[in-house]
Every structure is written in C-alpha cells, then in structure tokens.
DNA sequence: CACATTTTCGTAATCGGTTACGTAAATTTA
DNA sequence: TAAATTTACGTAACCGATTACGAAAATGTG
C-alpha cells in the first residue's frame, strides 16, 4: 500500500502539498497538481482512513444502533440506512445492542474512541444523558423511534399514537367489530404505549370494547405465544391490533391452529409494513412507516447537525394505513 | 477524554511505561502498575482504537459483506456473527453489497485502509484474486456458502448437492408426488446450482419426473411472481423445491391465490429454515444449514488464520432436513 | 566491595495522515 | 525598480497510541 510519502517522493514535494491537492485545499500550481494526482493514479494511492482519523479526530463512520436483526424492520432499516450513507462516503459501524444495557453500554463507548461521526440510535436503553456524552464527544446523534422524542437532540419518529389510532379505526369499522384486544411489545418499551393510547381513543369514539391488552416480545414466536395461549382460553374477542407485524405473523398462526378465520372470525391488524405482509396468507393489514427515503433523510440531518449552530430537529413521519386481508 | 498522556503525567511516568502496564507486556513494579491501574479507572480512561490502529496497523474490525440484508437469511447470519464477534472484542463493520460489484470493490478496498483483521465474505463477486489481495493486505479471510469452496483460503460451506437431495427426496417420499419442479436463484448464483444438482440426483433415483426449472432472485417477490406466472398458465406439477425459504413464501402466497392446496395439490420445500419457517401458513418444510454456534465457528477460524503458519481450513456444515406442514 | 545481572522505565521513532505558520519566489502596484 | 502583495510550498508539530533500544537503579554473586 502506498503511502502520502511515495506520492511525495516521487513527485519531489512535501507529504503536506500532497495531503492539501488531494484535499483540494490552499493554492498549488497547475503543473504541481497535474503531477501529484498523475502519482496518485499510478500508485493506486488511497489516503489511508485510520491515519486520516487519528489526524482529524473523526472517521467516516456511522454507529447504527439497534436491538436486533431478527425483526424485518430493522434488517429493513440497516439496509436502507446503509445505502444512504455509503451513498455518501460513510461507512456503518453496527451495533447491536440484543436489547441489552451493558452492550449498548459498551458500543457507546466504542463509538467515542472509534472517532465515529455521527449515531443513528434505536434502543430502550439509551437516556438522554447518554446522548449528551455523545455530543459531548462530538458525536452528532438522531434517535429513531422508540427513543423518546423529547430531548434535546435530533429525532425521527413515528406519530405512533395516530398509527395506532388509524390502525385500531379501520379495524372496527372494517366489520362488526365489536371487542378487541392490544398485543403489546414490552412493558417498558414507549412505541407500544403511544400505539395504545391512539388505540384506546379510537375504542371510546366507536360503540368497540376493549377487552384485553397482552403483551409480547414484538418477535414472531411470543406473538404466536400469547396470542395462543388468550385465544385458546377465551372467544371473547372478534379483533386484535398487533403492536408490529412480526406479532401480528404469530397471531395469524396462532388462529390458523385454533381453527378461528381470518378475517371471517377475527380481523388482526399489524405495524410496520414490512415487506412479507404482502405475502402471507392472508396477508397483512397494517401501518406503514419507514421508506426507503427515509435513509437519506436520516443521513441528512445527521450532516446537517454536525455542522456548528445547526440546531436540532424533530421529524414526523405520518404513519400511513395499508389494508390487506387481514381486515 | 482522558488520553494516555493524561494518566502518564498523573503517574509521573512516561506513556511507554502506561502502555506496557495496560498491555501487560514488559516489567513494571508492582507500585507503579496499581499506582497507574488506579489513575485509568478514576480518569475512566480508554485506549483510542483509532490510534491504537494506526500504530499497531491493525484494528478490532472485522468486515462483513453480504449481498443484502432483506432476505431472514443473511439478517440472522449477520446476527449470529455479531454476537460472536462482541464476545471476542472484535466489532463489525458492516458491507452490504446489494449484490453490485462496484459496491464489493468500494468495500473490498476500505477494508484496507480501516485496518480490518479480516472479512468474513459471502458475495457472487468476490473472486479469488481478491481474497489474495486482502491477504496481502493482512486480513485473513473466510468466505461463507455462496462463494466457491476451492479457493486457496478458508471456507465455510453447507454441502448444498446433499441438502438439494435430502430437500427432494423427502418432498417425493412425502406423498405421490410425480412432476416436481426446482425454484432457483439467480443463474450465476452457484449454491443455487448445487443444489439443482442434489435435486436431479434425487429425481434420478425416483420414478418422480423434472419438469421445469424457474428461476428467482431469492426474495419473495420473486418467488411469487416466477411461481405464479408458471402455475397459472400449467397444471403439471405436484411439487416445487425451493432454492431458499423466502421465494418459498413467495410460493406459498402464490398458490392460495391461485386455489393450489398445499399440500394436498402441491408439496414445497424451502431451504435455509429461517425463523418464520416455524410460523408461516401453512408452515414450511425446509432443510436447515445454520446454527447459531456457527457464529463462534467463524470467528475462531479468523483468529486461528491469523496466526502466522496456520493454513486455512474448509469446513462443511452438514444440512438437515426440517419437516413441517407443506410437505 | 566490585562486578555481573536483572528489573524498571524513559527516550525517541513510528504508524500515515493534517494543518498552522512562515518564507522564498512570482507577480502586481506605484 | 523598489515595495507590496500574492502564490506555492516546505517545516514541523500534532493526533494517541506502540515499541525497539538503552540507561539507570536495584539486586545478586563471589
């Protein structure tokens, strides 16, 4: 690999007229420019990016922390996020926290002494003290969704309370809808509970019920789980509004075991329009959130933020119905 | 941040001397590595990776490239590897090539400059003169699955010929299953074809019939569309053996559109045993590759290449049939 | 007690870049 | 043509660690 010094050498100059043509910074003669990159190219030189780092005190680096990979809506939000960024030159640097303290603690560390330059969180785990750490660190941050909204850096979030009002009104009034259930993700976890609040509004608007809110780990299998294990003991209810879609897959075998139709028997609704509700059988009611445009928003707002006097700013997204058959 | 100059000053000895302490490399008395251990925990002081990089040229990092992130199957890889990694100290960086070679060769090269120790490479495009170039770069390598096995370095490879067979075999044996067509992945892709190649074996030992062989992109779009297209228009086969789960879905959603019962009309067996496997409706018989553990597998073999005069290994991971409800 | 060994630790170079500052040469201005 | 200004580029410090080498101090040996 070659190095600032080779171009340098063999071009006769100092490694700093190198670093600044290549840089396009401060004034350099024509021929000197012309000769330089003519090395460059010769020699396949690439800056080497540890060293630039260290120098700069910031890589090109973007933290992504999330809680898992097994959910399609994170794996659809790596993916997009991804794409934004190295769209852009930034590379990402993963963290997945397994919805765990002490990893995200440790990630938050790493990102610090990685020189990464910005942080894209989703984590139940992270306060906003540790946001200020961060930016202490000159880390620029922007948190997505379950985070709260309202501290005082960047956020992208879902008006889940409206989701989960649009989700719960167009069950009811996608049939004779009369008693409903909630399947929540975990207790503590701020989507879900917004998500309810929107849902418990649209029951008082409806002559509706709301009978039972379960609760589940927003994976396929606890989805499955308890809905499985409420519908087997009890027939009391003719609709379920699923906190997301991985749930609401469970909840769609759960009643294929039990014999109960879908959506002739009970109407279930999901959240998060990930790309296999298209497909299932049948397939999905649900909330869409995130676009795919919403990768280079993110990244945007980060660059945006990083730059001094760049105040913070909170997005919405309009969560938007996608109704299928499952209603 | 405190930096190692800080905790030199405090201790009133020189960096060299903190730096052996932390490392554990070197003599020290007693008295000077607590009096120095005691100053790194009140100052909470941490190395700095991307210094500790630059002069050791070599970082924490270990590259990951796969071509996507949509399908359950490379999320839950990523997942697993994760996991293993963290375990280690080692952190992820993550390449996601969307199947481009452009995209490979951008990451191929940063994986150099960021120091990475090695890469851990699934990817139509890698081809073997790049995994030479990374080796001499200093990042040992070990391609995963999709990749060729007989490259000079370490591989990790399902014995897709065999789990192609096993997949048929059962779906023949499972019912009176006649004419059976194979879902396959993209052309160039060549687990795709060894697996094609298990399933003629298996045909040819059977009085069952090949009929036809269709072709998708491993998504479940594509899985739906090639099958759909292909079954509305003929009637002449009782079983589809699926090059991955997710066209299988793909499959499944096409026959309930289509009134095709599966699998009183149609037998379908996917491959991968993905996680929504167990829960799809109805649920999919598949052929099962990776574990969790192989996450640990990977990152040993890294560690163990590393070291000078370790010759690179190849390991076959031994694929299993998972019998379930479409067959 | 003189000498050999060992222990402990500091000096300084290095990794591969960036950049503030200064200076010599080229150009402009009067 | 001398002074002022601008252009082009080099020197050297710096980012935050690691490590080869050597020297001083401590310890052991006869």
Redesign the interface.
Same mark, same amino acid.
């Given at each position: 690999?070659a190095t600032i010094k080779d171009v340098a050498q063999l071009a006769g100059v100092s490694t700093a007229t190198v670093s600044r043509v290549i840089n396009g910074k401060g004034e350099a003669a024509p021929e000197t420019i012309e000769k330089i990159l003519k090395i460059v190219e010769d020699l396949n030189y690439?800056?080497?990016?540890?060293?630039k780092?260290?120098s700069k005190r910031e $890589?090109n680096l973007i933290a992504?922390l999330i809680p @898992?990979?097994?959910s399609?809506f994170? $794996?659809?939000l790596?993916?997009t996020i991804?794409?934004a960024a190295?769209k852009k030159g930034y590379?990402?640097?993963?963290c @997945?926290s397994?919805d765990n303290r002490e990893?995200v603690e440790?990630y938050l560390?790493?990102m610090?002494?990685?020189?990464v330059i910005g942080a894209i969180i989703n984590s139940l785990h992270v306060k906003e003290e540790d946001l200020e750490r961060l930016e202490a @660190?000159g880390i620029s941050t922007i948190t997505i969704d379950r985070a709260q909204f309202s501290h005082a850096y960047s956020a992208l979030a879902v008006d889940h309370i409206h989701g989960g009002y649009l989700a719960t009104k167009h069950l009811i009034e996608s049939g004779h809808v009369k008693k409903i259930a909630f399947l929540s993700g975990p207790k503590d976890e701020s989507s879900s509970q917004d998500r309810y609040q929107g849902y418990l509004k649209a029951v008082s608007e409806t002559d509706a019920e709301h009978i039972v809110k379960l609760y589940g780990l927003f994976?396929?299998?606890s989805g499955?789980e308890t809905s499985y294990d409420y519908l087997s003991n009890h027939k009391d209810i003719d609709g379920i509004v699923c906190s997301n879609d991985a749930m609401a897959?469970?909840v769609?075998?759960a009643c294929?075991d039990l014999g109960i139709k879908i959506p002739q028997d009970i109407k279930v609704i999901g959240y998060d329009d990930t790309?296999?509700a298209?497909? $299932?059988?049948?397939?999905l009611s649900t909330i869409s959130q995130f676009k795919p445009k919403l990768g280079n928003l993110i990244i945007n707002e980060l660059e945006r933020v990083r730059k001094k006097n760049c105040k913070p700013k909170k997005y919405e997204v309009e969560p938007e119905l996608v109704i299928r058959e499952t209603t």
């Open positions: 690999m690439k800056p080497n990016s540890v060293a780092s260290l $890589s992504l @898992n990979l097994d399609p994170f $794996s659809e790596v993916r991804e794409i190295n590379q990402i640097y993963l @997945n397994e990893k440790y560390e790493t610090a002494d990685n020189y @660190n994976d396929i299998q499955y897959y469970g769609i075998r294929a790309v296999t298209k497909f $299932s059988v049948p397939r």
